[in-house]
Nanobody, 128 residues
Framework: QLRLVESGGGLVHPGGSLRLSCAAS????????IGWFRRAPGKNLESVSC????????FAAESVEGRFTLSRDSAKNTAYLQMDSLKPEDTARYYC?????????????????????WGQGTQVTVSS
């Protein structure tokens, strides 16, 4: 069964850090482009950061650039989103998803349109 499971969310103070994990089962995660997406209450799904299938092109939304870093560990078949300098506006439910794209930007644009079976996500709450 092909599956992605997100974890690592929680409650953190502004300025704090979290590392989200996206564990894959049933397929090789490093054979696909990967993206992290988030949905805040009352808002549309937002693309946060993506990496292309070759692993040599990354993209981060302007709102998180310089604070969030996407990486993947082939040995653990897991992708990560390191989130530093968190702000209250980062509060959202975070999801990972995959696609078959050679461009990180295209991944961030197309995966939300093509993905129909999202995982449960992981909640990130930034509050003092």
């Amino acid at each position: 069964q092909l599956r992605l499971v997100e974890s690592g969310g929680g409650l953190v103070h502004p300025g704090g850090s979290l590392r989200l994990s996206c564990a894959a089962s049933g397929f090789r995660l490093d054979s696909y482009a990967i993206g992290w997406f988030r949905r805040a209450p009352g808002k549309n799904l937002e693309s946060v950061s993506c990496i292309n299938k070759n692993g040599d092109d990354t993209f981060a939304a302007e709102s998180v650039e310089g604070r969030f870093t996407l990486s993947r560990d082939s040995a653990k078949n897991t992708a990560y989103l390191q989130m530093d300098s968190l702000k209250p506006e980062d509060t959202a439910r975070y999801y990972c998803a995959t696609g078959d794209f050679t461009s990180a930007v295209q991944t961030c644009l197309q995966v939300p349109l093509e993905t129909t079976n999202w995982g449960q996500g992981t909640q990130v709450t930034v509050s003092s």
